[in-house]
């Protein structure tokens, strides 16, 4: 027979959420952690409640039956790389300690109800680790018994609550009829506006620069303005638009919205009401979509090495090692596309903390896709980053670098910047940028590396200024320099090579 030998690095974390329970598997390698399985089951812990906070047996059986499909994973974790948290209902129910007693005994390891402040910030570090982490941010869950709020900077949460209201617990409340009416609505709202209150004007003064949702509502609210050809920003008016079409349906049981899954549709009007609320609140103008949040917080938390550590660095290292790239010729490229953008940054206009913080991370990942075939490489490149996730740079960010890399060498196809909206041009001065630094750092030597200088003329053109002899003496990298003249002029950008 095989001893098992346990994973020691794979890591678990159990959720048992007031509306759904969830398992995240990830292994700890290459300097981060990569997910290798979700499990999600909809228990809807909460509507076990009754007004006496005390949760039925048929609920406890729900989760129980749960938690016995999540114990056959564990099985294979080592103890210290489990982490099971609990959240709102079961600190409000009073006989809560007879569900942890049996799922203690189901998962053979120890349940943890943490407090709402707890819940609150370990959400924050889950997005602190997952998302775009640009000044202040203010975070919003949204769960199925409370709402955690959160504002913080960097890795710490400098204010945080967690609010009793939640889209289990108000659909109960305001949606037990089915009805999708507007006195329904309105009762929601206000009261979830009541709930706000107390701590609306301290949130107001603190302010934020970027507002983050880290719940299912929000990303179901996101696949709706999808599948409606419709930016994934959430704003006030696009929501009492979805309101609005939502009532139009009459009943739950009807609501039928384009992008909105099964899943999620019971909870969604309750969800949805309760963001409305806090729009109005806290006057929130926009809001993205968090790459994690209470589960990662809690699995991030076990990783000491990854505690308080750059995560674009960490993300962009990761693909480094994982893909076998060649560091040395990342850096010759960041360095080179840094220095030409910076020559440029006058007549473009360009911002050199954000456009270094984009080249560089092209530079580090533009040959990833070397480790599968030369030819098609840069192709490959960006379809690998497409699919993966990358923690520390916004949405917008990984779309700019995702276009930069399939652009960085070969035939130009315009068409691929017109997805990106106002980063359009931006992103095709970076292009033109990125290629002329992998053709200029070709012979991966940092002595080879030429003194250029560029500029630019009104009408775009660039131009190329090289001492007297020196491309003389480098025809390969002169002959690659006139191709890559033509290359962009098919599309329209033109470009002089000139020798001092």
């Known amino acids: ?30 300097g981060g952690v990569h997910t290798i399985g979700r499990v999600k089951r909809k228990v809807r812990l909460a509507a076990g409640l009754d007004k006496h906070n005390i949760l039925s047996n048929e609920a ?7 938690l016995a499909l999540f114990a056959e994973r564990l099985q294979d974790i080592p103890k210290q790389n489990i982490s099971i948290v609990a959240t709102a209902t079961l600190r409000l129910a009073k006989n809560a300690e007879e569900f942890k007693a049996r799922a203690e005994q189901i998962l053979q390891n120890k349940v943890n ?12 570090k ?21 709402t955690e709020v959160v504002i913080g900077k960097g890795f710490d949460a400098l204010l945080y609550k967690s609010l009793n209201m939640g889209c289990v617990t108000y659909l109960e409340q305001f949606f037990s009829d089915g009805t999708l009416s507007s006195k329904n609505f309105s009762n929601a709202i206000l009261a979830a506006q009541k709930v706000v209150k107390p701590i609306q004007q301290d949130f107001i003064a603190t302010g934020w620069e970027l507002a983050i949702g880290a719940s299912g509502t929000v990303q179901a609210i996101q696949e709706i303005l999808a599948a409606n050809g419709l930016s994934d ?19 739950i049981k009807q609501l039928d919205l384009p992008g909105l899954s099964e899943e999620r549709r019971l909870v969604f009007v309750s969800g949805l009401a309760i963001l409305i609320a806090l729009f109005r609140s806290l006057k929130i103008n926009q809001m993205g979509l968090a790459g994690g949040a209470l589960r990662e917080g809690v699995l991030y938390s076990m990783i000491p090495e990854l505690h308080n550590s750059d995560i674009c660095k960490r993300t962009l290292n990761n693909f480094m090692v994982r893909y076998h790239v060649d560091k040395q010729q990342a850096s010759y490229v960041a360095e080179l596309s840094v220095s030409l953008a910076k020559q440029l940054s006058t007549a473009w206009q360009l911002d050199i903390g954000n456009v270094q913080k984009v080249l560089s991370a092209v530079a580090c990942v533009h040959e990833v896709g070397l480790i599968v075939d030369y030819k098609l490489y840069h192709k490959h490149s960006a379809y690998i980053l497409s699919h993966t996730d990358m923690p520390g740079f916004s949405k917008i960010e990984k779309q700019i670098i995702v276009g930069l890399t399939a652009s960085h060498r070969g035939d130009l196809d315009v068409k691929l910047f017109q997805t990106l909206g106002a980063q359009e041009l931006y992103t095709q001065r970076l292009t033109r940028i990125i290629r002329l630094a992998v053709i200029l750092s070709m012979r991966r ?7 250029v200088l560029i500029d630019v003329s009104d009408d775009e053109v660039l131009s190329l200024s090289f001492e007297a002899d020196w491309l003389a003496q480098h025809p390969l990298m002169q002959s690659e320099l006139e191709q890559e003249a033509q290359y962009q002029s098919r599309v329209g950008w033109d470009i002089q090579i000139k020798r001092n």
């Open 126 to 146: 889950g997005v602190a680790h997952t998302s775009a982490c640009q000044g202040r941010q203010l975070v919003i869950d949204i769960g199925g018994a409370s």
């Open 233 to 251: 920003m959430l704003t006030l008016q696009k929501l009492e638009e979805i309101q609005s079409q939502a009532m139009s349906c009459k009943t």
């Open 113 to 124: 109800v943490i407090s709402g402040e707890l819940e609150a910030k370990t959400i924050y």
């Open 1 to 30: 027979m095989v001893q098992k030998i346990p994973q020691s690095d794979v890591f678990a974390v159990i959720d048992l959420g007031s509306n759904s329970f969830h398992m995240l598997i990830a292994r700890h390698a290459a």
């Open 60 to 66: 406890m059986e729900r989760g129980w039956e749960c």
């Open 445 to 451: 030597r940092d002595d080879i590396v030429p003194p």
